[in-house]
Every structure is written in structure tokens, then in C-alpha cells.
T-cell receptor
Framework: DVKVTQSSRYLVKRTGEKVFLECVQDMDHENMFWYRQDPGLGLRLIYF???????EKGDIPEGYSVSREKKERFSLILESASTNQTSMYLCASRTGWGNTEAFFGQGTRLTVV | GNSVTQMEGPVTLSEEAFLTINCTYTATGYPSLFWYVQYPGEGLQLLLKATKADDKGSNKGFEATYRKETTSFHLEKGSVQVSDSAVYFC???????????FGQGTELSVKP
């Protein structure tokens, strides 16, 4: 059974903290993605990676960075957390492009206070 | 740019009612189109997909047809169940270097 695992379901952090969200997939997929999900806005792409150490900005990369040192792991970093980064964060992976299925983790609900 | 627009929710139906959730897209060329579903407390999972014009994707009683002429991919089900209550997302992707672009999501609530 394929699996994308996010390290935390719920996280509470203080404004200004550096926050790490971890995602691991066991399917040997080349491509991994970080989205944030907000009511009425759907899923917005923050960053994606198409290979180890390769990354591209999505639609809302400001305030975020990513790291992909190993194929199975893709980390999202909030350099200095702010209250407007309170959201649900979803990680996904897939092989290839186009018509291939993306597999999602269960999400991390991050609250910044 | 490329985008996906869904009908606003929430949509509330009685069990066994007919469901339509509208989805239209703006894109150049020929993207692949998807419907994903998110059940409460879970991540998204693929419901169905279509990869070229006039293709029909189907799964679990749900269907959607890729209409190039109207740039649409509406989701339909003939008889919904309480267990279909979830948020439904329409999405598109390209074959070369394509991001997966999602619509806003439509929440469906089915009452017994």
C-alpha cells in the first residue's frame, strides 16, 4: 500500500519560530509537492521538487523554503512563522507528470500564535 | 495562466439525489483532468481522471467527461449516499513539467 507520511497531524508554534514540516514517501517517486489548503482558496502550490536537490517555486513561495536531500523526503521550512501561515499543509508525491496519480499525506494543521 | 474554477459550495443533497459539481478550466493545449476527493480528517485521493478530449473517467458511480469545446469536466453521480459527504477538488496537469493545479474545492453534504 502506497504511503505518504507527514510527521505531525497538529502543530502549534509561536510567531517568529523556525518551523520544519517533514514528508516521507515510500513509492520511489521523483516528484514531490507542498500545498497549503485554506477555506475558499482550495489547494495552492508552495514548492515542488522533481529530483533530489532540485526545486521550483509554486504560486505562493514567499516565507517558505524547502529541502530535498534524499529522494524519499521533502521538507517545508517556515523561516520565521507568522500568523498568516496558520493553515493546513498537504504533501504529495507522484511519478512522472501529466496523467499520473498524485498521492497525498493526511496533512499537518499548523497554528501560529 | 492555467486555472480551474469549481462551483461554490457547500452543496447539500438528500440521499439518492442526483449530483452535479461543475468544473471549468483555462489552459493552453491539452491538459489531463482529475477529480480528487477529501473525506473528513483525511488527505486527498484520486477519484477519477481523463487524459484527452471526450474521454470519460468513472469510479464508484461517479463520472466526468472531458469536454474540450466547453473547457469543462463536470462531476456527476446518479444517486448519492451519505458516505459521499466530502470535499471534491477538480484539477489539471500537463504532460511536460506540469504542476497539478487545483480548483477551490466543493463541499458536499448528503443527508439521510
Amino acid at each position: 500500500d502506497v504511503k505518504v507520511t507527514q510527521s505531525s497531524r497538529y502543530l502549534v508554534k509561536r510567531t517568529g519560530e523556525k518551523v520544519f514540516l517533514e514528508c516521507v514517501q515510500d513509492m520511489d517517486h521523483e516528484n514531490m509537492f507542498w500545498y497549503r489548503q485554506d477555506p475558499g482558496l482550495g489547494l495552492r502550490l508552495i514548492y515542488f521538487s522533481y529530483d533530489v536537490k532540485m526545486k521550483e517555486k509554486g504560486d505562493i513561495p514567499e516565507g517558505y523554503s524547502v529541502s530535498r536531500e534524499k529522494k524519499e523526503r521533502f521538507s517545508l521550512i517556515l523561516e520565521s512563522a507568522s500568523t498568516n501561515q496558520t493553515s493546513m499543509y498537504l504533501c504529495a508525491s507522484r511519478t512522472g507528470w501529466g496523467n499520473t496519480e498524485a498521492f497525498f499525506g493526511q496533512g499537518t494543521r499548523l497554528t501560529v500564535v | 495562466g492555467n486555472s480551474v474554477t469549481q462551483m461554490e459550495g457547500p452543496v447539500t443533497l438528500s440521499e439518492e439525489a442526483f449530483l452535479t459539481i461543475n468544473c471549468t478550466y483555462t489552459a493552453t493545449g491539452y491538459p489531463s483532468l482529475f477529480w480528487y476527493v477529501q473525506y473528513p480528517g483525511e488527505g486527498l485521493q484520486l477519484l477519477l481522471k481523463a487524459t484527452k478530449a471526450d474521454d470519460k473517467g468513472s469510479n464508484k458511480g461517479f463520472e466526468a467527461t472531458y469536454r474540450k469545446e466547453t473547457t469543462s469536466f463536470h462531476l456527476e453521480k446518479g444517486s448519492v449516499q451519505v458516505s459521499d459527504s466530502a470535499v471534491y477538488f477538480c484539477a489539471l496537469s500537463y504532460n511536460q513539467g506540469g504542476k497539478l493545479i487545483f480548483g477551490q474545492g466543493t463541499e458536499l453534504s448528503v443527508k439521510p
